[in-house]
């Protein structure tokens, strides 16, 4: 068993950070988490490093170097700021995995070249007001009309619709009764006439406004059905298919790089901070704790890289994820609360990055499928019944 990260990770990893230490530092970070601040020239000039097409194809302008380099990624970007993280994710991840997934042949010569070279992004559009898991009940409808695709509804928790080139829209495509047998995914251009984007005054996760988007007689090209006409209610098969695990292992990549960024930031303060005459690092209730955390980050590592890894292997990796994204999330918060701990008053306020660790982490358990619906899939996928 071979736990050495391969070459060009190691290489990805230490050009991130020399990227971050330049084009990143903690009083920007600070200023686009104070402001609600999308740094674009920051991400554009990651989009010229090549970042955004690790897992595109090559044949589409990418690397292909697949799902374990961009969760190295997102874990880089993540220890620093989700003004700049949560974007990479949306053009990596959401539209250049999706589409290199689900797009059709046209929409991937189409588009994914973009995601490679500008930075396309998507926006989830999935959840509504009375719709979180189940995403089968979901009341956005879509209707044909000629060559065109009419869509009413509204989307709730919608992040980064401001910034992206298509709101990746779940709607309704047939009758209420069949649930899962007809739902699609329209990618829908944020200026399109009828299109209402409302801002939520969200507690973390900054510089990626979460949003309430409004969707009335919005008309879009039938092209625009993702998958293309064979697309056309199919959209549950693109909601349980590989880009649910990838979705999983985005949100524990957050949660790592956060945590990781926490434990440095808790274990230099305690070397800095001095009580009683010496620096707090020597007392043991502060040493257990550091201790603890060193251990559950190194732990949460381990299981994401694994499931990554994993996925890079192909085939359905749902339990893989979903231990993944239930554990690490999990400690993760954890671990940045133990850092606010250790800071005391000063993980309170806003000079220092513990608070901010701690807003934004208290989101991972929920996103991208909450601890409990984890829960439930490990207990299912491993066999266990339930009479």
Known sequence: MDFTVPEHIVLLRESLRRFIDKEMPRRAA???????????????????????????PEEYGGTGQGTFAVMVAIEELARRSMAVAIPYIMSSCYAGMSLAECGSEAQKRTLLPRVAADGLMFA????????????????????????????NGAKRFCSGPELCDYIYTLVRSGPAEARRQNLSFILIPPDTPGVRIERMNSLGIKGVPTTDVILTDVRVPAANIMGGEAGWNRGWDMITGAGLDIEKLEVAAL?????????????????????????????????????????????????????????????????ETSMAKLFVTEAAKAVVLEAQTIAGAYGYVRDFDFERYVRDALLMPIIGGSSAIQRNNIARWSGLQRT
Request: hydrophobic share 40%; glycine share 10%.
């Open 255 to 319: 949660a790592l790089g956060i945590a990781d960024a926490a434990t440095e930031d808790a274990w230099e303060y305690s070397l800095q901070r001095q009580q009683f005459g010496r620096p707090i690092s020597g007392f043991q209730s502060i040493r257990h704790k550091l201790a603890d955390m060193r251990t559950q980050v190194h732990a949460a590592r381990l299981v994401l890289y694994h499931a990554a890894w994993a996925v890079d292997q192909g085939g359905h990796r749902g339990l």
């Open 30 to 56: 600070a200023s686009w988490d104070e402001e609600n601040h999308f740094p674009r020239e920051v991400f554009d000039r990651l989009v010229e490093m090549g970042l955004m097409g690790l897992c595109v």
């Open 124 to 151: 989830y559009g999935w959840s509504e007001a009375d719709v979180g898991a189940d995403v089968a009940s979901v009341k956005t409808r879509a209707e044909r009309d000629g060559d065109e695709v009419v869509v």
